[in-house]
């Protein structure tokens, strides 16, 4: 059973920074895609930003140049590095897998900030 936990939201300033983390367990395959999506309040969800197993990573128009996401492997553990946070960036954060074609998700974290 493939379980995603999140953890690291909390409410901060606008201009600060914070670190998501999720914990992946129950699988073993080396051939995945993870991700990071958000839902801010009243709207859709929508990606953020992925990483594949060779850390090829993508990220959303909003989030490149002050979002990093990585990964540790030994940890099973997927990190979203968010600097320069702006009100807009205000949402419950998910992190997400695609394992062999098989999707999972979390039950997200939520982050606010304030101007």
């Known amino acids: 059973q493939v379980r995603l936990v999140e953890s690291g939201g909390n409410s901060v300033q606008a201009g600060g920074s914070l670190i998501l983390s999720c914990e992946v367990s129950?699988?073993?395959?080396?051939?995945?895609?993870l991700a990071w999506f958000r839902q801010p309040p009243g709207k859709a969800r929508a990606a953020v930003a992925a990483?594949?197993?060779?850390?090829?990573?993508d990220y959303s128009d909003s989030a490149r140049g002050r979002f990093a996401i990585s990964k540790d492997n030994a940890k099973k553990t997927l990190y979203l590095r968010m600097t320069d946070l702006k009100p807009e960036d205000t949402a419950v954060y998910y992190c997400a897998a695609d394992i062999v074609g098989r999707k999972y998700r979390g039950q997200g974290t939520q982050v606010t900030v304030s101007s």
């Open positions: 129950g699988y073993t395959y080396h051939d995945y895609l």
């Open positions: 990483i594949d197993s060779d850390n090829s990573a």
